[in-house]
């Protein structure tokens, strides 16, 4: 491939058609364009696509098969230069005119710091009318040695055009293309994070992990806030948000307490505010001083300046690497809040914070993993995003289901959230559950509050109910982390993001847009976050969803609905609607105690009932050494699942393997025999949940490379028990005992009746609003 091939050029411009639906767009008074690598753009080597070049009455124009660009000439402006779309599905009919923005369906932005329910977000790569623009001007260019330099006409336009329509994952597989992969993450990082701002001591921190194990509640991340390092220092040095060595009071020996976490399976980040630089009373400042040649003996600071190699590799080589081997370290919270402004205009000191930290990381362990928050399109290579300061509100949680999913349209892939809240607001215990539910069904689950003593994110400071609820649901997210290591290398090799707008899957569907809260979490699973306080007649949540066409099942009920429609979902305080497409098939780690992550010895199989399916595990071995598993569903009454090892037998595998084989949403009844190696079939012994509407298969230890076929008979989905669900959730209904009966005598008649006279009945019973929703919902989940 030649990429000239790809650029016509004139004296002042330059169009790069890098694919049909991408053109990169550059004006230069001075002539200047740019081949360089920059803060976004890391690869303009695509295949070159077939497109045609002419000029006619003063009009240039090159064409491809998605794309007609026109262009008269001049610096660009609105009456010179457009680009019409062809051949593109798009919600608004809409040509492309320079300065336009249109309707953007937005991407995310730098900090929630201090917000309390929606902010503004910048613009991502869609829009309503299939097109968007994305400006590189002025970033810095990238030099082949990894330092950076500044743009020679820094005037110029760089623009990226971006016509995809609503092929969204086709848009963000050419983005991430063009401005580099997501790293894959460690898999520590997918577990459980516990963080607090705290004046934390070796002692209390380890007795509050001795309390976690005890109550089998699983970490694999251990945070510390700014008081690991000295904060009340000499007024003559300035503040002590800025620290680099360790508080001995509360730390005495630093290596003995990070290495306690190590063998309780736990990685250590510390938090860094990096802003003031290393001041001499730090015990890194003599050497790193001497490096740099400041005045010790009057105790001049190492003033931190992103814009002078030499301190920033400093920086590296003294302070970072100082800490991390000498004190166990794995990686570091860059707590950046000091503003966008360097030495050199344009520079953001966030940006040189995340790209160098995570160059240095990957040097470690050939992933790297740096938290930090988001400095701009390309990001995504620098992850995990923190994403700020939130107020503890109803409205904070309301607002970051839809950040999260939104993030996605920039390639954003990996936030973390203060989950929880942050500071300010109130205690609410429903709100603390139902924010923490949000944060096992989030790309990173960290735990995280301020310094108040009374706001503790520990389960067992909210009541029993609760406290039991949390603990089941941070042991869940443990157990989800093989489901979630494959989305992980999913999005980095293949450019699928963990997270996914409802919209991605179902483009041109109106209310795919307006269902704000709902996205897929992987592969084939709907999440809707429930972000309002519950019902005080049912006691229960609630939540507007887009089921898309299909039977969905939901995993926590076993509740089978039938697709294409919206439907009000309603759920009590255990539980919020995660949603399988029959067919989906989710791994889980089904060990239920401890903290361990490596690959397991069993395997929780959840399979979506109703129709065929697949899903391929990844596993890693050991570092980048993968394997799979590949898991087959054919659907109907004699149903077959098929289990595929390939190449398992590794390092860091297990010599065998057992399953629990969950079929979510199946009718009572079901039989199972399994393959035997001469063709024959043994019988399995089979055992059904009632209430969850799930049948359980346990397959015994076995060669990790054999191939297991089982065949279940008498399968069929589950009717969904909807007068007993009725009766239950009456019976925890909080409303007259007469309205009560009345409502069961009509659903009581469900099957002699048509729903639509059922609900003729309930209407005219004038029951609360939600009593009505709730009742209404099982009677036709089916429908």
């Not at 690869?43 to 070049?53: A, C, G, Q, S, W």
């Not at 998605?66 to 262009?71: D, Q, S, T």
């Not at 005598?745 to 709730?774: C, H, M, W």
Request: proline share 4%; aromatic share 12%; glycine share 8%.
């Amino acid at each position: 491939m030649n990429v000239k091939n790809a650029i016509v050029q004139g004296e002042n411009y330059r169009f790069t058609v890098l694919t049909p639906s991408m053109i990169r767009m550059e004006y230069s008074e001075k002539g200047v364009f740019v081949d360089k690598k920059t803060q976004m753009v890391v690869n303009r080597t695509f295949d070159v696509p077939e497109y045609t070049v002419n000029e006619k009455n003063g009009e240039l124009i090159i064409e491809t098969d998605k794309a007609r660009l026109v262009y008269t000439g001049g610096r660009f402006a609105g009456n010179n230069l457009r680009i019409e779309q062809r051949n593109q599905k798009v919600i608004y009919e809409s040509t492309w005119h320079y300065g336009d923005i249109g309707h953007n369906l937005k991407g995310t932005t730098r900090t929630l710091d201090q917000a309390n329910g929606e902010i503004p977000l910048q613009d991502g790569l869609f829009s309503m009318e299939g097109w968007a623009v994305i400006s590189d001007k002025g970033s810095m260019l990238l030099t082949e040695d990894g330092w950076i330099e500044r743009r020679e006409d820094i005037d110029a336009e760089d623009l990226y055009y971006f016509g995809y329509g609503t092929d969204y994952l086709g848009c963000l597989k050419d983005y991430y293309k063009l401005t580099g992969a997501t790293p894959i993450l460690p898999k520590y990082a997918l577990g459980n994070w516990w963080s607090r701002y705290y004046k934390y001591t070796e002692k209390s921190y380890l007795e509050l992990m001795d309390r976690f194990e005890k109550e089998n509640i699983p970490f694999t991340v251990g945070v510390i806030d700014m008081d690991w390092h000295l904060t009340e220092i000499d007024q003559k040095y300035g503040a002590g948000w800025t620290g680099y060595t360790w508080n001995k009071d509360f730390f005495p020996d630093p290596k003995r307490f990070t290495d306690n976490l190590h063998r309780r399976g736990m990685k250590v980040t510390l938090n860094d505010h990096p802003a003031d630089g290393v001041r001499a009373f730090e015990d890194v400042y003599p050497e790193f001083a001497a490096y740099m040649g400041v005045d010790q003996e009057k105790g001049e600071p190492v003033l931190m300046d992103f814009t002078n190699r030499k301190l920033l590799e400093g920086y590296f080589k003294y302070v970072y690497e100082k800490i991390e081997k000498k004190d166990g370290v794995d990686f570091w919270w860059i707590d950046w809040q000091q503003g966008t402004n360097t030495a050199i205009p344009g520079l953001d000191p966030l940006w040189m914070l995340n790209h160098y930290h995570t160059i240095h990381s990957q040097k470690k362990d050939g992933k790297g993993l740096i938290f930090s928050r988001y400095a701009g399109p390309g990001s995504h290579r620098y992850p995990v995003g923190f994403s700020g300061d939130t107020v503890i509100t109803w409205e904070s949680l309301d607002f970051q289901p839809y950040f999260t999913a939104t993030a996605s349209n920039i390639g954003y892939g990996w936030w973390s959230h203060d989950i929880g809240g942050h500071m300010m607001g109130y205690k609410n215990d429903e709100l603390a559950l139902r924010w923490l539910q949000l944060g096992v069904f989030s790309p990173i689950m960290r735990l995280h509050s301020t310094c108040c003593e009374f706001n503790g994110k520990e389960p067992w400071r909210y009541r029993k109910e609760v406290e039991l609820i949390m603990d089941k649901f941070l042991r869940l997210r443990h157990q989800m982390i093989p489901y979630l290591h494959t989305m992980n290398r999913r999005a980095s090799e293949e450019g699928i993001p963990l997270i996914q707008p409802l919209y991605y899957q179902n483009p041109g569907k109106w209310d795919a847009f307006r269902m704000k809260n709902e996205y897929y979490f992987g592969s084939d699973i709907l999440v809707n976050p429930i972000t309002q306080p519950i019902s005080t007649a049912t006691r229960m949540g609630k939540v507007m969803a887009l089921l898309p066409e299909g039977t969905w099942i939901d995993l926590f009920t076993g509740t089978v609905y039938n697709g294409d429609r919206k439907i009000e979902l309603y759920r009590s305080l255990d539980s919020i609607p995660v949603l399988a497409k029959a067919g989906a098939i989710v791994t889980l780690d089904a060990r239920t105690t401890g903290n361990a992550i490596d690959n397991p010895e069993i395997l929780k199989v959840i399979v979506a009932a109703g129709a065929d399916g697949s899903f391929r595990l990844d596993e890693e071995a050991t570092d980048n050494v993968w394997c799979s598993t590949t898991f087959t569903y054919k659907w109907g009454d004699e149903a077959v699942l098929t289990i595929t090892p390939e190449k398992t037998k590794k390092e860091g595998m297990p010599a065998e393997r057992a399953y629990e084989l969950v079929f979510a949403g199946t009718a009572q009844g079901m039989t199972a025999q399994k393959k035997k190696a001469d063709g024959t079939y043994e019988t399995l012994e089979t055992s059904y949940d009632s209430a969850k509407q799930c049948t359980t298969i346990i397959l015994p230890m076995q060669d990790i490379e054999s191939e297991i076929t089982v065949v279940t008979y008498n399968t069929a989905l589950a009717d969904n028990h909807q007068v007993e669900r009725i009766f239950e959730l009456l019976n925890r209904a909080e409303i007259e005992f007469s309205l009560k009966d009345q409502i069961y005598a009509i659903a009581q008649k469900k099957g002699s009746r048509n729903d639509a006279y059922l609900l003729d009945q309930l209407t005219l019973l004038n029951a609360p609003e939600d009593v009505f929703g709730a009742v209404k919902e099982i009677l036709t989940a089916l429908d």
